[in-house]
């Protein structure tokens, strides 16, 4: 197919269309920084701090962080290959496996789930801007969830940040640069700012070593495991996004090693870096205050300096709108762009992005540790994990990385299938996601303990694990034998 007939193609506009091999000037250290800002969070320092709040010593916490972060990585380099080989978007190169339109199937479903995070980092900056007003208005009371809803001010603070967001994308994306920049700088020293705290406040307490001293609260190592995997699988799912829509970002890559070896430099290092950092800090904060506090936002805010909160309260808010437009909205945008590309561009996408962030309530998604990590991580992963064994399974192992870029913008190439859908792709998306049904209705408490029998229930602490190797074996089953009609 020519560039002709790809620019005049229904699905294409300018973020969906191939990027030339000329502009693509990302290198190694593009890839590190890039996952060092993205990395640097509130949300994955909660992710640490949420398994000390349950029961896990220092070195449970870190290793649980590490190794999940080394499992996600596989399938992040993975699908990076066909962004950096062929210079496409996530949408598009899904398109391989699903078809040209059933691609915005496993597109919405990645794109739903990046609302969600957009809602939780914004209710984070709202948060944050709650905390500002009640350091310099005491009398403000502690911030509550009634029901469905949080009190009164600290939603209209939400709101206020959240219309932040949506001036950002208004501006668009190069606005944030600036921001960004001041992200990567401030966070890495924020966060040994709050180490040294740590080693501070336990200089009269017997020394840092007292927090390397707590003990697990597992009783046995039955009751552990019960825990570990499911937060395994909560930190496999923290990245189980970006895992699908890695060929956003490596479209841009000068080479594959560049991609590979920034990755591998970037995300388990600088995961593994915010996971110390909270675990040392959420351990001390229980000498310190008697209570382990998980949320950074609320630690800052039981210091004493008003200046010193201020500062501290003001450039998180910076830092998470800058997280929030680089993380959070780049990618469902493209992925809304997808549905109709000639009329839905990035910043339509983006307001979608918005409204739909509001409507999960994602105050109640990170309202304790054990929602965080059961129902919404280890929930979604059950949803990405399918799309990603799927995708490995096609684009290795049916196609042997090799695809034709023209025919991924034409409903009536081989990419189109039947009327645009993969039939195999669909049943095998839903044949990896019903095994964790009974187990997130469960979590949920949708229905009661007894309804199903304890090991399908329990499928749903591998929720990632299972959808990715069931999807994608199961799919590769089917697709082998049709594999000479297809290429």
């Known amino acids: 197919m020519s560039n002709q007939n790809i620019t005049d193609s229904s699905l294409i506009n300018e973020d969906l ?151 950002v994308i208004y501006l668009g994306v190069d606005s944030i640069k600036k921001l960004l920049v001041f992200k990567a700088f401030f966070l890495p020293v924020a966060a040994v700012a709050l180490l040294c705290w740590a080693f501070w406040v336990m200089q009269d307490r017997g020394g840092i070593a007292q927090v390397f001293s707590v003990p697990s609260k597992f009783q046995d190592s039955a009751s552990f495991y019960n825990y570990f995997i499911p937060a395994l699988t909560g930190v496999v799912g923290f990245w189980a996004t970006l895992s699908l829509n890695i060929p956003d970002f490596t479209r841009y890559a000068k080479s594959q090693k560049a991609q590979r070896r920034g990755q591998a430099l970037g995300l388990p290092t600088s995961m593994t870096f915010i996971a110390i950092v909270a675990v040392v800090v959420s351990l001390a904060t229980a000498f310190v205050f008697k209570d382990t506090i998980w949320e950074p936002e609320a630690l800052v805010g039981r210091f004493d300096n008003k200046i010193i909160v201020s500062f501290a309260l003001i450039a998180v808010i910076i830092a998470t709108l800058a997280t929030n437009i680089a993380a959070n909205i780049v990618s469902p945008a493209n992925d809304f762009s997808n549905l109709n590309p000639k009329k839905i561009n990035f910043r339509m996408g983006g307001y979608i992005t918005g409204i739909i962030g509001i409507l999960i309530f994602p105050w109640k998604l990170v309202e304790d540790p054990t929602g965080y990590i059961y129902s919404w991580l280890v929930g979604y992963s059950a949803l990405l994990g399918p799309v990603g064994g799927i995708m490995i399974a096609d684009y290795y192992f049916i196609r042997k990385q090799k695809l034709e870029t023209g025919e991924l913008y034409s409903h009536t190439g081989r990419y189109g299938y039947g009327n645009g859908f993969n039939m195999i792709a669909i049943f095998a998306l839903l044949t990896g996601i019903l095994p964790n049904i009974p187990g997130f209705l469960l979590q949920v408490q949708v229905v009661s303990s007894t309804a199903f029998p304890v090991w399908i229930s329990e499928l749903y602490h591998f929720a990632w694990f299972v959808g990715f190797f069931l999807s994608g074996f199961v799919y590769w089953i089917l697709m082998k034998n049709r594999r000479s009609v297809l290429l």
């Open 17 to 167: 269309a191939p990027i030339p091999q000329e502009k693509r000037k990302w290198g190694t250290w593009n890839y590190a920084a890039l996952w060092i800002s993205m990395s640097l969070c509130i949300p994955s320092y909660q992710l640490a701090s949420g398994m000390i709040a349950k029961g896990m010593n220092w070195w449970q916490a870190i290793m649980t962080m590490l190794l999940g972060n080394l499992i996600v990585l596989v399938p992040m380099i993975l699908n990076g290959h066909a962004g950096a080989k062929y210079g496409i978007p996530f949408p598009v190169f899904v398109r391989a496996s699903f078809g040209t339109k059933g691609a915005n199937i496993p597109a919405m479903l990645r794109a739903i789930v990046a609302c969600g995070w957009f809602g939780i980092q914004t209710w984070i900056g709202g948060k944050s801007l709650y905390r500002l007003l009640q350091v310099w208005i005491p009398d403000l009371p502690e911030l509550t969830i009634n029901g469905m809803f949080p009190d009164l001010l600290p939603l209209l603070c939400f709101l206020v940040f959240w219309l932040l967001n949506m001036y």
